[in-house]
């Protein structure tokens, strides 16, 4: 039987013109509180709260991949206070173990020096949620815990990415959507009569409908600029923002990013749906200055083949898993392997499941493109590590 969406959150804001905290000039654990001190937190006396930071890559902390260890501290032990009884969980992306992506990151040593749960939500069966109204997106598989904890709080990382433009708070919790069922969102038909928008967009917007976080953390510690979420360049913003609305959060975010919320289709879907507000005349941000903290990031490439120049990438429906691992191929070998190809053209690179026919010769990479691996090299994997398809390329091409 299907389970309903999250409660409305019990945190008082102005629905109308909703208050967003930026906090700066100490450290992340102090911006952390000095961000919440400006919510009254009560409402959370005697719940259990399931903080759902970015934990869904294996990554070192400060690499602005993963939330900072000491934001996720400072929130538990503000929620603490408050009275609530927290955990940390995390369901990642595909190929990575939570827990060893709580270990890298620093959350584990945090949470284990506090007594606090770390939660695998990938470890149970899923709890399927029907969306009223849903347009891309009609049904979800949601890890149990987030039906189950009273209160979810997104902290995400202050991410560009290169298929949604930004990962912020809302987008954080397809985190709580469970194992694979994650990838389902990267692999839907566009939509009739909207051919121009992506389903993924539109998917993200439908989630929001029945995933809102109670209250939003986002982590501008250090954040992604470029070819987020995994595939960028980290960039200090020394920030960290708290609201209750996270679309409005999220559009104070967009701002420190140099981009504006109305340039991000989710967050558009989302708000003109009733979900929260981007509108940053409606937004109420503290401090007064808060805009001398902006500094603006890198936008994700429009095309990846401008980016690496010796190659051409065919993507059809792949998802950010397999982008993932072929951007950091690319970022760290693509260069010096495939300049070696002095005169043989643009290597031809395939992933997703939506390719018809491939060029001969190309690098076939994820089980999406095994029906192409006749006489092609191919890597197999779901998704394949950047170690398989560094040992296919010095098979086929050195
Ligand atoms: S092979 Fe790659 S694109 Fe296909 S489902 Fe797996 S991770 Fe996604």
């Known amino acids: 039987m299907s389970k309903s969406s999250l409660l409305p959150t019990p945190f008082k804001f102005n629905k109308d013109n909703p208050a ?124 149990p815990e987030v039906l189950e904890y009273d209160l979810i709080v997104s902290i995400p990382v202050m991410k560009m990415h290169m298929h949604t433009g930004v990962t912020l708070a809302v987008k954080n919790m397809k985190g709580c959507l469970w194992r694979r069922s994650k990838v389902d969102l990267h692999m839907l038909p566009k939509l009739p009569g909207r051919e121009d928008e992506k389903s993924l967009n539109i998917a993200i917007a439908d989630m929001a409908i029945v995933l809102l976080p109670h209250l939003s953390i986002i982590d501008g510690t250090v954040g992604m600029e470029g070819l987020g979420p995994s595939a960028g360049q980290a960039k200090a913003l020394g920030v960290v923002l708290a609201g209750v609305d996270p679309f409005a959060t999220d559009a104070v975010a967009c701002e420190l990013m140099g981009i504006s919320a109305q340039d991000i289709p989710h967050l558009c879907l989302g708000a003109a749906r009733g979900c929260g507000v981007i509108d940053m005349e409606r937004i109420q941000v503290t401090p007064e200055d808060w805009r001398s903290r902006a500094i603006p990031f890198d936008l994700p490439p429009n095309n990846l083949s401008l980016e690496f120049p010796n190659v051409t990438v065919l993507d059809n429906q792949s998802c950010s898993a397999c982008q993932s691992s072929l951007l950091l191929f690319l970022k760290k070998y693509g260069e010096q392997l495939f300049d070696a190809e002095k005169g043989g053209g643009k290597t031809p690179i395939a992933i997703g499941k939506g390719h018809e026919s491939l060029p001969p010769g190309t690098l076939c990479i994820g089980n999406c493109t095994t029906r192409f691996k006749e006489g092609r090299p191919f890597v197999p994997g779901c998704p394949p590590v950047v170690s398989q398809i560094l040992a296919v390329y010095d098979e086929y091409f050195r």
């Open 20 to 143: 967003v905290w930026v906090a700066s000039g100490a450290g992340p654990y102090e911006n952390t509180r000095n961000a919440l001190a400006g919510i009254d937190l009560s409402p959370a006396s005697g719940r259990r709260v399931l903080l759902k930071p970015n934990a869904g890559r294996v990554a070192e902390p400060g690499a602005g991949i993963t939330t900072h260890p000491q934001v996720v501290a400072a929130a538990i032990d503000v929620f603490r206070e408050a009275g609530a009884e927290v955990a940390v969980g995390e369901s990642p992306i595909t190929g990575v173990k939570t827990l060893e992506a709580f270990a890298r990151c620093g959350i584990q040593e945090i949470a284990e020096a506090r007594n606090c749960p770390l939660v695998d939500m990938d470890a149970r069966p899923s709890v399927p949620v029907d969306i009223p109204a849903g347009e891309a997106i009609q049904r979800l598989k949601v890890c």
